[in-house]
Each structure stands twice: as structure tokens, then as C-alpha cells.
T-cell receptor, first 114, second 111 residues
Framework: DAGITQSPRHKVTETGTPVTLRCHQT?????MYWYRQDPGHGLRLIHYSYGVKDTDKGEVSDGYSVSRSKTEDFLLTLESATSSQTSVYFC?????????????FGNGTRLTVT | TQLLEQSPQFLSIQEGENLTVYCNSSSVFSSLQWYRQEPGEGPVLLVTVVTGGEVKKLKRLTFQFGDARKDSSLHITAAQPGDTGLYLC???????????FGTGTLLAVQP
């Protein structure tokens, strides 16, 4: 298995509080991604990174920010959590820029906003 | 906006039956990937198809990329309970390395 660790694995937080999810990789891969998964929507891309300090928005980036200060860590922050952000969050990594490079996923973080 | 639409959304079948799930888009893709996700885990890549009309087989799974590279199908022969899971298609968004996923097909194979 690709070396991807997401933390925490589960979190319950209150509306309006800030939350940061961490993705750590040991593969030295260039590309890192944050997705959210909700019933009926498959996986939706929030943000992705194509290198240290290089990030770009995905399909559902509103309400989220990211940072990548070093290759191995990609942080996802919810500045002020809302109930609509209750979801399962997956981090993924990819080594190549080729069109058919596969993604390797972590095991997810289940976030509940009450 | 979901660029990749999958059908059916849910499928419950008996062990030994055959099934086909579909992934469709109005856009042309240079390549398409299929993933399977089991409960509590992240998706795992099954196959990548690149060429229009391409057919790839993975044991009892047959993947096909449409001639126009706007659709793909996954056919499972003699389904087993171990095939149960969420099947997702995915492709790159435009000229970027953003990988966009379809809506998914949740398959349950009953013993």
C-alpha cells in the first residue's frame, strides 16, 4: 500500500469552529488531492496540489483552503465549519504528470459538524 | 457539475449473474480509469483505458472504452460476493492533472 496517512480518522466538531485535516505521504509524490465523498455524488475534488506551495481549486472548493509547505504534507482547513461540510474526506497522491497516472488513496477522515 | 455520469446508481444481484455498469460524458477524454471502493477504505485502481475502442480484461471484469472516447463500460461475468463495492470511473479535467470522478455505481452481490 502507498504510504498515505490521514489524521484524524474521525472528528466531531461544532458549527463555526475551524478544523484542519492532515494528509501525510512517504512516497515523495508530487501531486496530492483532497476529495469529499457524499451519498449520490461519488468523489468530488476540493483542492489539489502539483508541488510545494502550488495548489489549485477543484469542483467544490468554497469554504475550504489548503496548504502544502513541504512535499509530504497537504493540509485541508475548514475556516468555519458548517453542517453541509459533514462528509468523508479522502486524500490521494499521484506520482506522475502523465494522463493515466493512478491515484492512491488514504483511508479517509469522517467529519461530522453538529 | 458532474462531468461523468454513471448508471445504474445501485445494483443488487445474485451470485453468478452477469452485469454491466456504464460511465458517460458529453466530453472527450484522453483516458479513463476505473476504481473500486470497499466500505471504510479509499478507492483502488482497477484499470486505465486509453485508446478508443480498447477492451481490457481483468479476470471476470471486462472494461471497454467507447470509440469516441466519451463513454466506458464495465462488465462483470458470474459476479461473486467479493465483487461487492462502489465502482467509480474517473478522468482528467481538461488539460490539468485534476482527476474527476463519476457519481459511482454501488454493487451488492448476494450469496
Amino acid at each position: 500500500d502507498a504510504g498515505i496517512t490521514q489524521s484524524p480518522r474521525h472528528k466531531v466538531t461544532e458549527t463555526g469552529t475551524p478544523v484542519t485535516l492532515r494528509c501525510h505521504q512517504t512516497e515523495n509524490h508530487r501531486y496530492m488531492y483532497w476529495y469529499r465523498q457524499d451519498p449520490g455524488h461519488g468523489l468530488r475534488l476540493i483542492h489539489y496540489s502539483y508541488g510545494v506551495k502550488d495548489t489549485d481549486k477543484g469542483e467544490v472548493s468554497d469554504g475550504y483552503s489548503v496548504s502544502r509547505s513541504k512535499t509530504e504534507d497537504f493540509l485541508l482547513t475548514l475556516e468555519s465549519a458548517t453542517s453541509s461540510q459533514t462528509s468523508v474526506y479522502f486524500c490521494a497522491i499521484s506520482g506522475g504528470g502523465q494522463n493515466n497516472s493512478p491515484l492512491h488513496f488514504g483511508n479517509g477522515t469522517r467529519l461530522t459538524v453538529t | 457539475t458532474q462531468l461523468l455520469e454513471q448508471s445504474p446508481q445501485f445494483l443488487s444481484i445474485q451470485e453468478g449473474e452477469n452485469l454491466t455498469v456504464y460511465c458517460n460524458s458529453s466530453s472527450v477524454f484522453s483516458s479513463l480509469q476505473w476504481y473500486r471502493q470497499e466500505p471504510g477504505e479509499g478507492p483502488v485502481l482497477l484499470v486505465t483505458v486509453v485508446t478508443g475502442g480498447e477492451v481490457k480484461k481483468l479476470k471476470r471484469l471486462t472494461f471497454q472504452f467507447g470509440d469516441a472516447r466519451k463513454d466506458s463500460s464495465l462488465h462483470i461475468t458470474a459476479a461473486q460476493p467479493g465483487d461487492t463495492g462502489l465502482y467509480l470511473c474517473a478522468s482528467r479535467w481538461g488539460a490539468t492533472n485534476k482527476l474527476i470522478f463519476g457519481t459511482g455505481t454501488l454493487l451488492a452481490v448476494q450469496p
